[in-house]
Structure formats: structure tokens, C-alpha cells
């Protein structure tokens, strides 16, 4: 049932991963580590610090203006220092396998924390939580996904979904309407294509694990979340006929050229979003992070009928609606930080309709964090896209809260079988066959559960 948009605006604001693209690194402070804790003189603070992808300039402000400052001004004891790095994941990786690092460890998903915790290298949060009430703020199925042996060690950056963004004035110079099943949809792909245009936008040149966004889809809306969920509890073999056919149905979906055609490894978001404001494409596949991808190239002119839509079932008798789910990012604590407690202050900020709120109003897609009450949340002022990603948000808050929802590989699939899930590409180029790949899948979260290295999977449908 459709809310109105100022219901939505009092409810709730999620977020949304695909963050490692913008300008060369820079500070924000002055330097710090997380061995340079305590006061070093009579009246200073004890630097916490942070890395963060390489944003654009208008994020960099946002974060300053209501993380850094906002945390600095909240308090006396500590100073929050945040640095932009191009290649922050492999950054942080290097540095803490060497003990270093910063205070703050940013992640591409919880899937990035298993192996980090199981070595060592995290600070486990269960105290911070129990503290601040982490638990009873966070929606269940986030809370239980950065969790590792029952003990929590990051939270999440915010919700991200699997869908398309549709451009409405392209569909309705076209005379086409929102497709509401599979016939529907490929309909429009089809006739796009005959009109010279993409079928859809999408591009994985700089950004292999892009392919992984294409299987959530088909295993979302074909194979269904409680098969997903029984692969990943080890309750039924990844090489099963619903994985199979799903598989097999996202290969003929690439083959018919429904992923931008020939410019699948071509484009990058950046390329994609210029060309889906300049109407070359009616859809762009992809997830509910999208929007910061238009609102960094578009002109605001271009993005008032830009809105997201989730896709139809391709197979009776699933739930409906079904979102696959999954955070955009994670935040733990470096376990050779000399001030996790200051850190776990940042971190609770981080968890606040207030940061949610002024931030998503500067920075659309990427912001909505998924916590529970966000009904102080103050939108007034924000731009019509930034509106309509809050209101894709409610929909897919609402279908959580109800039990029904997939999972999102990066978020959910543990180290080995997320790599093996992104080889779907080796089926498109013709390398392997769909069969080929499950047994594959299959064996390397075998390898997974063996170095316990799978995440508490929450359990949809409840």
C-alpha cells in the first residue's frame, strides 16, 4: 500500500555499495594512527581516525560537515580525522595485516569482515552494542549480518537493494508503462533495442564484482529467497535446478544484450548514469546506489522523474515483493586501535536519524541507514531525486520488516563462493557452462564453512 511521500519522510531513509570512485586522497585533519593514542599535551585531543573511498567534492563536504565536525563539536576529548584514498579496500587490507591502520576500518559489506575478525584484526563490538543499543536500533537482518559467531564486529553503512532506476520520461515518449511482470519488462528491452537505444544501462569496466548484481537479481526473483537462504545455512547444494535455471536465465538475459549490449565492459557508473540522463536507455540495472552516481553527473533538471523500481518474479508461487538486501559498506574498529572507545562514539553517531538525515539531503543513495526509528528525520529542503530514492527506500523498509527478502551476495555469501558467484562471466564469454559454475560455487562454500568463514544468515519469510 502506497504511503504518502511525507509518511515516507517520517518513517524511514535508507542508504545504498558501489562507493570506490572519485578524486585522488586527501586528508581532512591533521595525520594520526591508531598507535598515536592519548592526550600528548595538557588540553588536546586524541585523534580518532577514519579512511573513506575517494568521494567527489560535494560528498567530501557532506561528510565533513556532518561527521568530522559534527562528531568534533560534540565533544571535547576526542578529534575525529578522515582520509580519502584511492583503493581504500586494499589500503586497509595491507595495513591491517600488519597490525596498523586506522582507528576506524571501513569495509565494502560485512562480507569483508569475516577474515579479519577470525584473524584478529577487529575489535569485537559486543560491548559497544550492549552500551548503546545497537541491537534494539539496527533492523534484525543488518544487525545479524555483521555479526561473526554470534558476536558483532562492524555495522552497517546503510541498505542497499538490487533493481532498476527508470527514467519516466523516456517511458512515456514511448508510450510505455511501468512493467509490472517479465513479459511486460522484456517488451520494453525489446523495443528499446529496435529504437536504437540500450535495453538497459549497466557497466562492469572498472568493476568486475559488478557481475554480482546480476546474479542477485535472478536468484531473487527465480530461484526465491528460501532457496538462497537453504544454500547459505548448507541446508541444500548450491547445485540445485532453481540455481541452475536462474543462472541460465541471467546468461540469455546477457546474450540478448539486456546489460547494455556490447558496452558491458565498456562503461563505467559514471558513463552509464550520462548516458541514462541523456535518455539513451528507459531502465539502468543496478542497485538503489545508483542514485549517487546521477545526482554527481545530472543536472537536477534532468533527475525529477528518475525513480527506482524493484523487479517482477520470474517464477510462480515466490513471495511478492522480495528485495535482495545487503549494506552498501560496514564500519568496525581496528582491534590495535589505542581508542575503540572514542571510535564507538563515532560509530553510534554514524547510527542516528540525524547523520542519516543530513547527509541523504547532500548526498542522495547512499546515506539511509537501516535503523529502526527514523522518524525525526528532517528531509525539508532535499532535492526531487534525493526524495525519490527515500521513497524506494520506505517500499523496501516495509517488505523487510514483513520477513520477505533475499540476499545480497556481497553482503551475505562468504569469501570463496562470492568470488565464484562474480565468475558468472565466464559462462557469458562462453568459457564454462552454468553447470560447470554451481559445482564450482558449490565446493568454495564448502571451503568456506570449513574455515568458518560464512555469516549469520538471518532467516527470511519469518
Same mark, same amino acid.
Given at each position: 500500500?502506497?504511503?504518502?511521500?511525507?509518511?515516507?519522510?517520517?518513517?524511514?531513509?535508507?542508504?545504498? @555499495?558501489?562507493?570506490?570512485?572519485?578524486?585522488?586522497?586527501?586528508?581532512?585533519?591533521?595525520?594520526?594512527?591508531?598507535?598515536?593514542?592519548?592526550?600528548?599535551?595538557?588540553?588536546?585531543?586524541?585523534?580518532?581516525?577514519?579512511?573513506?573511498?575517494?568521494?567527489? @567534492?560535494?560528498?567530501?563536504?557532506?561528510?565533513? /560537515?556532518?561527521?568530522?565536525?559534527?562528531?568534533?563539536?560534540?565533544?571535547?576529548?576526542?578529534?575525529?580525522?578522515?582520509?580519502?584514498? #584511492?583503493?581504500?579496500?586494499?589500503?586497509?587490507?595491507?595495513?591491517?595485516?600488519?597490525?596498523?591502520?586506522?582507528?576506524?576500518?571501513?569495509?565494502?559489506?560485512?562480507?569483508?569482515?569475516?577474515?579479519?575478525?577470525?584473524?584478529?584484526?577487529?575489535?569485537?563490538?559486543?560491548?559497544?552494542?550492549?552500551?548503546?543499543?545497537?541491537? !534494539?536500533?539496527?533492523?534484525?537482518?543488518?544487525?545479524?549480518?555483521?555479526?561473526?559467531?554470534?558476536?558483532?564486529?562492524?555495522?552497517?553503512?546503510?541498505?542497499?537493494?538490487?533493481?532498476?532506476?527508470?527514467?519516466?520520461?523516456?517511458?512515456?515518449?514511448?508510450? *510505455?508503462?511501468?512493467?509490472?511482470?517479465? /513479459?511486460?519488462?522484456?517488451?520494453?528491452?525489446?523495443? %528499446?533495442?529496435?529504437?536504437?537505444?540500450?535495453?538497459?544501462?549497466?557497466?562492469?569496466?572498472?568493476?568486475?564484482?559488478?557481475?554480482?548484481?546480476?546474479?542477485?537479481?535472478?536468484?531473487?526473483?527465480?530461484?526465491?529467497?528460501?532457496?538462497?537462504?537453504?544454500?547459505?545455512?548448507?541446508?541444500?547444494? *548450491?547445485?540445485?535446478?532453481? =540455481?541452475?535455471?536462474?543462472?541460465?536465465?541471467?546468461?540469455?538475459?546477457?546474450?540478448?544484450?539486456?546489460?547494455?549490449? !556490447?558496452?558491458? *565492459? $565498456?562503461?563505467?557508473?559514471?558513463?552509464?548514469?550520462?548516458?541514462?540522463?541523456?535518455?539513451?536507455?528507459?531502465?539502468?540495472?543496478?542497485?538503489?546506489?545508483?542514485?549517487?552516481?546521477?545526482?554527481?553527473? %545530472?543536472?537536477?533538471?534532468?533527475?525529477?522523474?528518475?525513480?527506482?523500481?524493484?523487479?517482477?518474479?520470474?517464477?510462480?508461487?515466490?513471495?511478492?515483493?522480495?528485495?535482495?538486501?545487503?549494506?552498501?559498506?560496514?564500519?568496525?574498529?581496528?582491534?590495535?586501535?589505542?581508542?575503540?572507545?572514542?571510535?564507538?562514539?563515532?560509530?553510534?553517531?554514524?547510527?542516528?536519524?540525524?547523520?542519516?538525515?543530513?547527509?541523504?539531503?547532500? *548526498?542522495?543513495?547512499?546515506?539511509?541507514?537501516?535503523?529502526?526509528?527514523?522518524?525525526?528525520?528532517?528531509?525539508?529542503?532535499?532535492?526531487?531525486?534525493?526524495? $525519490?530514492?527515500?521513497?524506494?527506500?520506505?517500499?523496501?523498509?516495509?517488505?523487510?520488516?514483513?520477513?520477505?527478502?533475499?540476499?545480497?551476495?556481497?553482503?551475505?555469501?562468504?569469501?570463496?563462493?562470492?568470488?565464484?558467484?562474480?565468475?558468472?562471466?565466464?559462462?557469458?564469454?562462453?568459457?564454462?557452462? =552454468?553447470? #560447470?559454475?554451481?559445482?564450482?560455487?558449490?565446493?568454495?562454500?564448502?571451503?568456506? =564453512?570449513?574455515?568458518?568463514?560464512?555469516?549469520?544468515?538471518?532467516?527470511?519469510?519469518?
Amino acid at each position: 500500500m502506497k504511503k504518502s511521500l511525507c509518511m515516507i519522510l517520517a518513517i524511514f531513509l535508507v542508504l545504498a @555499495p558501489l562507493g570506490g570512485c572519485g578524486d585522488s586522497g586527501t586528508t581532512q585533519g591533521s595525520a594520526g594512527t591508531p598507535a598515536a593514542g592519548g592526550m600528548s599535551g595538557e588540553g588536546e585531543r586524541v585523534p580518532i581516525t577514519m579512511w573513506f573511498w575517494a568521494a567527489a @567534492p560535494f560528498q567530501r563536504d557532506a561528510f565533513q /560537515a556532518h561527521l568530522v565536525d559534527a562528531f568534533n563539536n560534540s565533544q571535547d576529548e576526542y578529534e575525529l580525522i578522515l582520509e580519502f584514498q #584511492e583503493g581504500v579496500d586494499d589500503n586497509i587490507s595491507v595495513a591491517l595485516s600488519a597490525d596498523q591502520g586506522p582507528d576506524i576500518v571501513y569495509g565494502s559489506g560485512p562480507a569483508f569482515v569475516g577474515g579479519f575478525a577470525g584473524g584478529g584484526k577487529l575489535a569485537n563490538l559486543d560491548k559497544y552494542a550492549e552500551k548503546y543499543g545497537w541491537a !534494539d536500533r539496527l533492523l534484525s537482518p543488518f544487525y545479524d549480518a555483521c555479526t561473526v559467531d554470534g558476536s558483532l564486529y562492524s555495522i552497517p553503512g546503510g541498505l542497499t537493494s538490487t533493481g532498476y532506476c527508470f527514467n519516466q520520461k523516456v517511458l512515456d515518449d514511448n508510450g *510505455w508503462t511501468l512493467p509490472t511482470t517479465e /513479459a511486460e519488462l522484456v517488451s520494453i528491452l525489446d523495443q %528499446a533495442q529496435e529504437l536504437g537505444m540500450y535495453s538497459a544501462l549497466t557497466g562492469g569496466k572498472d568493476w568486475r564484482p559488478t557481475n554480482e548484481l546480476f546474479v542477485n537479481i535472478f536468484l531473487a526473483h527465480y530461484a526465491g529467497p528460501e532457496v538462497v537462504y537453504q544454500c547459505l545455512t548448507g541446508e541444500r547444494p *548450491w547445485n540445485n535446478e532453481y =540455481v541452475i535455471e536462474a543462472l541460465k536465465m541471467c546468461d540469455d538475459w546477457y546474450q540478448k544484450g539486456y546489460f547494455a549490449g !556490447d558496452d558491458y *565492459w $565498456n562503461l563505467d557508473y559514471s558513463e552509464a548514469a550520462q548516458l541514462f540522463v541523456n535518455e539513451r536507455s528507459p531502465f539502468w540495472f543496478g542497485p538503489t546506489l545508483l542514485f549517487q552516481f546521477i545526482q554527481r553527473e %545530472a543536472d537536477p533538471s534532468q533527475t525529477g522523474g528518475i525513480k527506482f523500481a524493484n523487479f517482477p518474479n520470474f517464477r510462480e508461487g515466490l513471495p511478492d515483493p522480495v528485495y535482495d538486501i545487503g549494506a552498501v559498506c560496514s564500519y568496525s574498529i581496528n582491534a590495535a586501535s589505542k581508542n575503540p572507545d572514542g571510535a564507538a562514539m563515532v560509530l553510534d553517531m554514524m547510527l542516528t536519524p540525524e547523520f542519516a538525515g543530513n547527509m541523504s539531503k547532500a *548526498w542522495a543513495g547512499y546515506w539511509g541507514i537501516p535503523i529502526r526509528d527514523l522518524s525525526n528525520i528532517d528531509m525539508s529542503g532535499a532535492g526531487a531525486l534525493n526524495l $525519490n530514492y527515500l521513497e524506494a527506500c520506505f517500499e523496501i523498509v516495509e517488505t523487510v520488516d514483513n520477513g520477505n527478502f533475499s540476499y545480497n551476495a556481497a553482503t551475505f555469501f562468504p569469501a570463496s563462493t562470492f568470488q565464484r558467484v562474480i565468475d558468472i562471466d565466464t559462462v557469458w564469454e562462453g568459457v564454462a557452462t =552454468v553447470e #560447470e559454475l554451481v559445482v564450482e560455487i558449490d565446493a568454495a562454500y564448502k571451503d568456506d =564453512v570449513d574455515a568458518k568463514l560464512v555469516p549469520s544468515i538471518p532467516r527470511t519469510g519469518r
